[in-house]
Each structure stands twice: as C-alpha cells, then as structure tokens.
C-alpha cells in the first residue's frame, strides 16, 4: 500500500476511533476517562512501533523489517525499498570502481588521482615505476613536491595543459615521460604520464640526422658556390651555353644553402627548447629596420605597409631569433600578396600578454592548410613557392621561436580576402620601457610610411 494511501486509512482510523471513544465517554457518561484511556492505547501502540524501527535500523536494517500494522506497516516498507535500492546502488558502484581500478592498474601509463590542490589520492603500478610514487607514505603529498620540473611545476600553477608536456623521469633521467593533466569531477584531476622515450630516442636520431647532413652539406655547398661565382666573372661565362646555365647553377647553390642555413637554424632551436639568456629588446626599433627592409623587399609591387606599434613595449628574449621569426612572417605576407596590397605589422599588449599580428590582404590559405602550416616543408601551393623561391621551413622557425619565448603563433585566413598571423607572448615576458612624454604631437608618423606617401 502507498504511503499516502495508508496515511489516509490512519487519519479515518483515528477519526472513527475518537468518535467511538466519545460516543462510549456519553453513554457511560465518562468522557474524560474514555478519551485518555484512547489516546495512552494509541500513543503506547506508537512508542512500541517506533522501539521496533528503532531496534531494526541500529541492526543495519539487514534483515527484513518486523510486521506492522497500519502507516507502520507502510513506512517499514518504503524504507525497507530505500535501503535495498541504496544497497544496490552502493553494490554497482563498487563494482564500477573495482574495474577503474582493475584497468588503470593495468595501464601501461603512469595514472595519478589529484585533488584540488595537486594532492595525491590515488595511483596505479605504472606511476610507481615512472613516477617513482611510493605507498602508503605519498598518500596526500602534493604531486609538485615529487615532480620537481619547473616546467611542470609553472604549467600546474597556471593549469595550462593544452599541450602535453615532455620531461625525464624523477627515477630514471634516460626515461622520457609525456605528461598530460585532464579535469575528471569536481576539483579532481587526472594526471597521465606515457613513457615515450622510443619516440623521443627516434626524434633525436631525427635531429641528429638533419643536423648532420646540414652541417656537412654546408662546406660543399659554399665551395660550389665559390667557385660558381669565380666562374661567373670569367669573359667565357658571357658566351652560350654558359650564359645560361652558370646563373641557374648560382641561384640554385644559393637556394642550398638557404635551405641548410634554416635547417642549422631549426636543429640549434630544437636542441636547447628553453631559452637560455634574455635580452631586453626594444621591438619597435627592431620593427622598424624590419619595415624599412620589407619596403624595399616589396619594390615594384607597392605594397602598402603600415607599422602600428606602442612605442613603450619591450620584450624580453633573443633577439636574433625574435627578428628572424617577424621577418619570416613580413616576408610571408610580401610574398603572398599581389601587387598593391595592403600588409599591416602591429604590436601592442592587452590582458592576456603582448602580441605582434602580420595581417595582409593577400591570396588566404584554406582552412584545412592551417593546422599543417608549421610542419616542415610544407607549403600549400608547391609551385608558387617555388616560385617566390620559399621552402616551407620559415613558418616551422617562427613557431619554434614563438614557442621557445613562452608564447603561441596564432593563424587566421580566408582564401582571396587574406591572412593574420599572431604572435602572442605571455606577460612574463613584456615590458614597458621608460620614454619621455612627448611634449608636442609630431606633425608627421614615419611608422606609417608606405608607397604610396
Ligand atoms: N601570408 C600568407 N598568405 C598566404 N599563404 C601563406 C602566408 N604565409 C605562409 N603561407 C603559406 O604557408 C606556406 C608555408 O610558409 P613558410 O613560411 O613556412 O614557407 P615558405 O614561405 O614557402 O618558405 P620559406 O622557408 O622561405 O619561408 C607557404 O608556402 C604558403 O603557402
Ligand atoms: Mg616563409
């Protein structure tokens, strides 16, 4: 019977059951004596049920509930389903939990259970090994206190895991560990550590190789080059076949060694990833040198560009990787506009850091180009970059760099309209440099000169 069924049935009960007591109280002309004697029964009935519930629920409610009459009867029952549905949600549940615990144990991959403050709740095998976790004493130890890196310990801080992250192991530095943090509930987190020192050894060998072959490449190639240019000042080399042939051997050794210097470049940036002394850079001087260059690099397709700079902020880093980054991109943006188009260089700083954005009203690449723009070599119309003499490798540099200086090279484009190219530096890495204020507005911006003036 439902609850509220019974509770009816009760309420009519006790209803009847007061009319008879004050009927029977009339007749026999003791009112008072026949009502309490009907109210000490009823409430002496109650105590004894609730004494019953009261012994069932401290015996852990295991057994069935004792019989009952009335709402009693009702109530025990209600309960009795409560506690089996509780029951067999606590039954599902530990089993689910036996299973997570069952396969992240068996992961290979270190698997680590933090609280909201990194602290330490729980871990599989795979995180002993690795991570060099030790039962019962790391139970609630905060996870910066055993992972020391300071890369580690700065990406918990800030919580920033949108890329993982690659150390070597606290236990073993020859085992390469690749770290990713992912919320799981409310205020846990989930922290994975794959060993992928294979990988990594394979990376290296990678590097190696190209770093190699660029450096033994780059000594014949200068002596061809040499000697190519020897030859061009050679009366003979004025004469058919050589007229021709001896400026294409010149322009492709030149190409080479382009090529071999980048790659020398790469392999140096890839081999120290953190950046290891910092200058302060005023990068509006530099932006300028870099505009001055980019207007005579634009030449008969006048270009219009314009420099918008806040002339107080600096950033910190190196400035020989900083100026070969934001050239890359200006030359980008010369290269992929036609003639007359419009090439924007801004650098200014807001909230988030300080950012310096390429846009230009050039041909746009496809949106399923720009995830790969930064791989090496790759370039989305091979012959026009051949063309314009590119090889793919200036986007590769530009993010390394970006990357190397805490920040992130950012990618806009829509084919025809054109491109922006951003990148954003973290504010750790800005600052403000002390200038004089101005005391007359000057009548003429030299940063916004462009062809056309
Ligand atoms: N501003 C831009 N507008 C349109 N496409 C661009 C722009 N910048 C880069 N791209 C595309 O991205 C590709 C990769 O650029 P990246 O700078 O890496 O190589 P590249 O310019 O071809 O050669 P280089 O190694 O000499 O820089 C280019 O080949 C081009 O297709
Ligand atoms: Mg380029």
Not at 224 to 252: C, F, M, N, T
Not at 369 to 395: A, K, N
Not at 396 to 424: M, P
Request: charged share 25%.
């Amino acid at each position: 019977m439902s609850l509220n069924r019974s509770w009816r049935a009760e309420l009519t009960v006790v209803a009847a059951g007061g009319v008879a007591l004050v009927l029977l109280g009339l007749w026999y002309e003791h009112l008072a004596v026949a009502l309490l004697t009907g109210v000490t029964s009823y409430l002496a009935w109650h105590l004894v049920q609730l004494y019953r519930l009261y012994d069932w629920l401290t015996r852990g409610c295991v057994t069935p509930p004792p019989d009952a009459k009335g709402i009693w009867a009702a109530l025990l029952c209600e309960l009795w389903r409560g506690q089996r549905r509780t029951r067999k949600r606590k039954r599902k549940l530990r089993r689910a939990l036996r299973r997570f615990k069952e396969s992240t144990a068996a992961l290979p991959e270190a698997t680590v259970v933090l609280g909201l403050y990194g602290e330490i709740e729980w871990w599989n095998a795979a995180a002993e090994q690795l991570l060099g976790l030790r039962r019962p004493d790391d139970r609630g130890q905060r996870i910066a206190n055993l992972i020391r890196h300071p890369e580690f310990v700065r990406r918990l801080e800030l919580g920033d895991w949108r890329q993982p992250l690659v150390i070597s192991s606290p236990v073993d530095a020859n085992i390469w560990l690749t770290l990713n943090l992912v919320p799981t509930a409310k205020h846990k987190y989930l922290l994975l550590a794959q060993n992928t020192t294979r990988l990594q050894h394979l990376d290296q060998v990678r590097r190696d190789f190209v770093a190699n072959v660029s450096h033994e490449l780059r000594t014949p190639l200068t002596v061809i080059s040499g000697y190519v240019e020897a030859l061009l000042d050679h009366p003979e080399a004025r004469k058919p076949p050589w007229k021709h042939v001896l400026p294409q051997v010149h322009e492709q050794a030149r190409r080479m060694r382009g090529i071999v210097e980048d790659l020398l470049l790469l392999s140096r940036l890839e081999l120290d990833r953190e950046l290891t002394s910092e200058e302060e850079i005023a990068v509006t001087t530099l932006l300028r040198q870099i505009h001055k260059e980019a207007m005579e690099l634009s030449g008969e397709a006048r270009h219009r560009i314009l420099l918008d700079v806040d002339p107080q902020l600096g950033l910190r880093g190196n400035r020989n990787e900083l100026r070969s980054a934001f050239s890359n991109l200006v030359v980008n943006a010369i290269r992929y506009t036609p003639t007359g188009g419009e090439i924007r260089l801004r650098w200014h700083a807001d909230t988030q850091g300080a950012h310096f954005c390429v846009s230009d009203t050039g041909v746009g690449i496809e949106a399923r180009h720009i995830p790969r723009l930064t791989e090496r070599f790759y370039r989305v119309d091979v012959g026009r970059s051949r063309e314009t003499g590119g090889t793919g490798l200036g986007l590769a540099i530009v993010k390394h760099v970006v990357t190397r200086h805490g920040g992130e090279l950012t990618i806009e484009s829509t084919v025809g309209k054109g491109s922006t190219f951003t990148c954003h530096f973290p504010v750790r890495h800005f600052y403000w440099l002390e200038i004089e204020p101005r005391l007359e507005p000057e009548p003429f911006n030299p940063l916004a000169l462009t062809h056309d003036e």
